[in-house]
């Protein structure tokens, strides 16, 4: 029996969400990306769903609306989505916002890559973290 694993995702940038998806498919047929274009929206979604299958999220540092540290500090307001691993990723190289990710509780903060190459190799080792 196959035992299909969910990864939330929400970064404004289209492009970005392209990648990460094109990158998951390829490390895995078993994994179903759900996507939001902000952080308001992912809870929507996270909420609205069954958490059993989720194995972690991945927001972008800066989104309008709701920013990352914003998202996942909502996130662990809410006990059934409170233990869900958490991956940043930022445009920004700022030491100073990876310390604040990780005083937040971020399980893993990344400067997000700038090839799709660089996007898998991102996915794979997730993946191996969290799956």
Not at 82 to 96: C, E, G, N, R
């Amino acid at each position: 029996m196959h035992n299909i694993k969910t990864i939330f995702l929400a970064d404004d940038d289209v492009d970005d969400r392209i990648l990460i998806k094109e990158a998951i498919r390829k490390v895995s047929q078993e994994i179903e990306l759900i996507e939001a274009e902000n952080g308001e929206e992912l809870l929507i979604l996270l909420q609205g769903s069954a958490q059993t299958g989720t194995a972690f999220v991945i927001l972008d540092m800066n989104m309008p609306k709701m920013n990352g540290l914003e998202t996942f500090d909502a996130m662990r307001a809410i006990p059934n989505l409170s233990m869900i691993p958490a991956v940043m990723l930022s445009t920004s190289t700022d030491p100073s916002l990876a310390t604040l990710a990780y005083k937040a509780g971020i399980s893993i903060f990344l400067t997000k890559p700038d090839s799709f190459e660089a996007f898998l190799d991102l996915i794979q080792k997730l993946t191996n973290q969290f799956l």
